[in-house]
């Protein structure tokens, strides 16, 4: 009987290539994949044939092995990386026998988007083929979208009314995409992102920003997590604590964040980055994930700083019960001058925080 995972017609047709030098491994695989409903896979049992088809084949998912003769898992991640650059994402998963720490926070660090080890159960195989999938196809998504825009703008230079308009409304487009996109990683992202937007604009209007920067910061805060996009999803919704290797793979996802939004032409998207970047830096100088303190926090970062730990503290996590909001806004005071930017502080107190969770 065929599976239900495949719900989306263009993830039957994603290009999937494993590459594995036991051709058991690779028949299984072809096996679970081809009965979950995937129709388009590629297999390789002698990695040195991999960059030939990566460049022939262009791959939106790739499953590998790691001990293999020629060319390892890990040298197959150092291709994968060269051959897309930094400004693309294709997914690799890992699937081996190797089970160590050792092993798996190396291969996540050189670029695996998720691990499992052998033998593996066909329905979580499944399942997580087709999350990452549907992230790679998001991303192309936004991609392409991106590729409108600058066409669009360079099109319509001369007709300033209608070109406004198309830009507002592309931006808030990409942004809904990007927070779509990383909502396959966490449930809540959507609600987190919409309340921690609202709050944001209220401490902006506070702090007597500018109506346009207070505008500006309520479209781009919703942002600030995109980067968890490239964290694997079994970090993002561990249960317990975080080991230490696993706590500076989840902090990566603020520079992740900055990459994918940097480069930007609009106030919009280059607020976002700074958002993405600063969001987890701290008024004393001991956050990350460059350590920056005080003023050279950008404004945007600190504001979104405190929403993003209230509404953190008072919401459920896989890994935390929510904090009673008493609790919270005296958590929050009590860093001042700490984590947080003291006015940011100040203005937070004022706020009507029940009407904020």
């Not at 002698?46 to 990566?54: F, K, Y």
């Not at 020629?70 to 150092?78: C, T």
């Amino acid at each position: 009987m065929r599976s239900s995972i495949v719900h989306d017609e263009i993830l039957q047709y994603a290009r999937i290539l494993i590459i594995d030098d036991d051709v058991t491994i690779i028949k299984l695989l072809r096996d679970v994949l081809s009965v979950a409903g995937y129709s388009n896979i590629r297999s390789l049992s002698d990695p040195r044939g991999a960059l030939t088809l990566l460049i022939e084949y262009q791959p939106e998912l790739i499953i590998s092995d790691l001990n293999m003769p020629y060319l390892d898992g890990f040298q197959i991640l150092d291709l994968t990386r060269s051959f897309v650059g930094a400004s693309d994402y294709l997914p690799v998963l890992i699937v081996t026998a190797e089970n160590t720490e050792k092993a798996r926070y190396r291969a996540l660090a050189g670029g695996a988007v998720d691990y499992v080890n052998k033998p593996f159960e066909a329905r979580e195989l499944e399942l997580r083929v087709g999350n990452l999938l549907r992230v790679r196809f998001n991303y192309l998504r936004l991609q392409q979208q991106n590729r409108a825009l600058e066409e669009e703008v360079l099109n319509r230079t001369n007709e300033m009314e209608g070109y406004q308009l198309a830009l507002k409304e592309a931006h808030l487009e990409t942004i809904q995409r990007l927070a779509r996109a990383v909502e396959h990683h966490d449930d809540d992202t959507a609600q987190h992102t919409q309340r921690v937007a609202l709050m944001c604009s209220l401490l902006a209007q506070s702090l007597h920003l500018t109506e346009e920067r207070v505008a500006l910061l309520g479209y781009a805060a919703p942002l600030h997590d995109v980067g968890k996009i490239g964290i694997p999803e079994s970090i993002m919704l561990k249960p317990g604590a975080l080991t230490e290797a696993e706590r500076k793979l989840m902090q990566r996802h603020c520079v992740i964040g900055a990459d994918l939004l940097s480069g930007g032409r609009s106030d919009l998207l280059r607020a976002g980055e700074r958002i993405a970047l600063m969001h987890h830096e701290k008024w004393d100088g001991s956050g990350y994930p460059r350590g920056l303190r005080g003023q050279g926090i950008d404004i945007e970062g600190r504001i979104v700083a405190v929403a993003d730990v209230f509404d953190a503290l008072t919401h459920e996590r896989p890994y935390k019960c929510a904090w009673p909001i008493d609790e919270a806004v005296e958590e929050i005071q009590s860093q001042s001058e700490r984590h947080f930017d003291p006015d940011v502080v100040a203005a937070f107190m004022q706020m009507p925080h029940a009407d904020l969770v």
